[in-house]
């Protein structure tokens, strides 16, 4: 059984950047596709953008497309986002994911981590 465990959520000030981290175990995702989502209080959880393990094909949401880039280093089975040019905007939950399919809804990724607080203060 697989799981994803991310870190590197904090307060950062707008304009400022940070790197979350997404490890993952248990099992081969060598074949999926690593989805970072993000939810806000009060509103639907909303595609960041996504990494194919294997083929490194990126994809990335209109918001944070320029800002924000995915990576994965193979031989340490972890996923990344380095989020620079931070905006208040961008404060949520942010959840690492897997799934089978190259999609941005997030009811099509089977695996899910705890999620982890990044703040953006104007």
């Known amino acids: 059984q697989g799981q994803l465990v991310e870190s590197g959520g904090g307060l950062v000030q707008a304009g400022g950047s940070l790197r979350l981290s997404c490890a993952a175990s248990?099992?081969?995702?060598?074949?999926?596709?690593m989805g970072w989502f993000r939810q806000a209080p009060g509103k639907e959880r909303e595609f960041v953008a996504a990494?194919?393990?294997?083929?490194?094909?990126?994809y990335y949401a209109d918001s944070v497309k320029g800002r924000f880039t995915i990576s994965r280093d193979n031989a340490k089975n972890t996923v990344y986002l380095q989020m620079n040019s931070l905006k208040p905007e961008d404060t949520a939950v942010y959840y690492c994911?897997?799934?089978?399919?190259?999609?941005?809804?997030?009811?099509?990724?089977?695996?899910w981590g705890q999620g982890t607080q990044v703040t953006v203060s104007s």
């Open positions: 994911s897997a799934g089978p399919a190259w999609t941005t809804s997030p009811a099509a990724y089977g695996y």
């Open positions: 990494i194919h393990w294997s083929g490194g094909r990126t």
């Open positions: 248990g099992r081969t995702f060598s074949s999926y596709v």
